[in-house]
């Protein structure tokens, strides 16, 4: 029979739901305890041997299950990463996903993008539906879970009932026939709920057997052992003086003499090992080894680490750097397609930038640009020249990552930068912009044409009386710009601006809020405007139609304006803006 590797399992979830707490379940340790706030910052690899596995799911002895490969690579995720850098050549890296969810929340908007990230890359999954120990009433009576769920009392399982049928109708709206796991009768077809609690140990065994008995049903054609070591780099680090890439040997063999070529958006980069490491079993650390057989965790000092991207896969150097790097090309290219114009966008690895593009595509979002690490001041240059030609697409967004520390320095003003840990609010806030932007871009160009202004007299404050009368105003609503034609609330037109000014130093305009200063010739305050309390722009009929027509870009200041405007001229003709 041919050798299987290790399957590969994602834990993925919305933060707080309790993935790495179902994974310590697992694996029978505590890394959750020792992480910041409870939340896992960085990718980690844990081994498990089948000794382990069996050893904490007596479910396994007792069915008389039989396991053809050593063991599980587990993989804990960020809930903000949505695992997404996880690929390698040709699919997904994971081999199967535990999505975790909050039996008491329910589906939250991360969930929904793990949920479609996990149909974009045809990565099999099932749920751990987690903390039911925090439903009320609920206790632990039995050790089998089936058994457990029907000791519970009537409240209690009313309340488990509810939490699991909301759960399976939202699961349902997104393509998924999904019952509890006891309940399944076709695997391939219906999608496994397994109700648990990381914290108690309710349904942990169930859900070890179902992940030994998934991946030995489903999962051995995909498992036999490649010759050609593959993998994918997941992180570079930094330990003293030492550089390492930490990555995932997902097929194959591989020896700490081999050399090997990375792909990068240039050409493969090509070098040795200085040391090979292995994870040690159900720990973080590592250990030198002469070699190493998938699917494992492992650490590598190489000799050239310069330039080396997270997300990039990697395979041993036989002389055949032409064909290497045509497979590199067409991989990363087929990832990385830019537009003519579009937005620039950046992400912390090949395979979130990858995710990125996927779900920008879906929204029709064009991307001129797309790159792996953190926004340059080579990125701000570029969106400063889009500005020029395209004003929406003046926009830089980074998933996972921020500005280095070049661009952090420089001055960024009519560009906009947009960072944000979650996919789906990076897409929102870019919509959100774009429209805002949109809308600015058209007022500004109907504010061209014409001015709408509302002033306020400020009869305390008049500096000269006439030749020219010189006086102060607030601006109500709109913008006061010298040269516009000024009409009382009769409709008698009393001058044109030919001043504004702001502590005695002429402005170009004056906008809402502002108190200024404006001088009309040829007008006497205290004959003409001494009675008055408010002035208005004089707008011709068809510039008030123009205004009327996209008084969705106008503030109900500007609107209110506007109808005072057509009130005051209707007094001479009724049809006048009709």
Known sequence: MESLRNPIITVAGHVDHGKTSILDSIRKTKVYETEAGGITQKISFT?????????????????????????????????????SHLRKRGGALADLAILVIDINDGIKPQTQEVIQILKLNKIPFMIALNKIDNISGWRRQADNLKENINLQSTNARQSFDEKLYTIIGSLHSHGFNAKPFYEVTDFTKQLALVPCSAKTGEGIQELIIMLCGLSQKFLTEKLKLGKDAKGVILEIKKEKSMEYAEAILYDGELSNKDEIAIASFDKPIITKMRV?????????????????IAADGIRMQLINSEGILPGMPFTIFKNNLEQLEKEFKKEIGEKIKTDKKGIIIKADSLGSLEALITMLRQERIQIISAGIGKITKKDIISAQTNLREDPLNAVIIGFNTEKDEEAKEMKISEIKILTNEVIYRLIEDLKKYQEEKENEIKRE??????????????????????????????????????????????????????????????????????????????????????????????????????????????????????????????????????
């Not at 596995?53 to 990463?81: M, Q, R, V, Y």
């Not at 510039?543 to 001479?572: M, P, S, V, Y």
Request: aromatic residues 8%; charged residues 25%; proline residues 4%.
């Open 445 to 578: 160009k109907l504010t061209q044409l014409a001015v709408l202004c509302k002033l306020k007299i400020l009869h305390q404050y008049v500096f000269r009386n006439s030749n020219p009368a010189v006086f102060g105003v607030r601006v109500e609503a709109g913008k006061l710009r010298h040269g516009i034609q000024l009409i009382n609330s009769d409709g008698k037109e009393i001058a044109k601006v030919k001043d504004v000014q702001e502590n005695q130093n002429k402005i170009e305009q004056a906008t809402q809020g502002m108190e200024v200063a404006i001088s009309l010739p040829g007008t006497m305050f205290d004959r003409q405007l001494a009675g008055e309390n408010y002035l208005y722009s004089n707008l011709t009929e068809n510039q008030f139609k123009q205004f009327k027509d996209n008084k969705n870009l106008l503030t109900r200041d500007e609107i209110q304006a506007l109808q005072k405007i057509a009130q005051i001229k209707r007094k001479e003709k009724p049809t006048w803006g009709v």
């Open 47 to 83: 081994k498990v041997p089948i000794e382990s596995i069996e050893k904490s799911c007596s479910l396994i002895k007792k069915n008389n299950i039989k396991l053809d490969f050593s063991g599980f690579l587990f993989i804990d995720t960020p809930g903000h990463a949505a695992f």
């Open 276 to 292: 090979l490491e292995q994870i040690r079993p159900i720990s973080s650390k590592f250990i030198p080894v002469t070699k190493v």
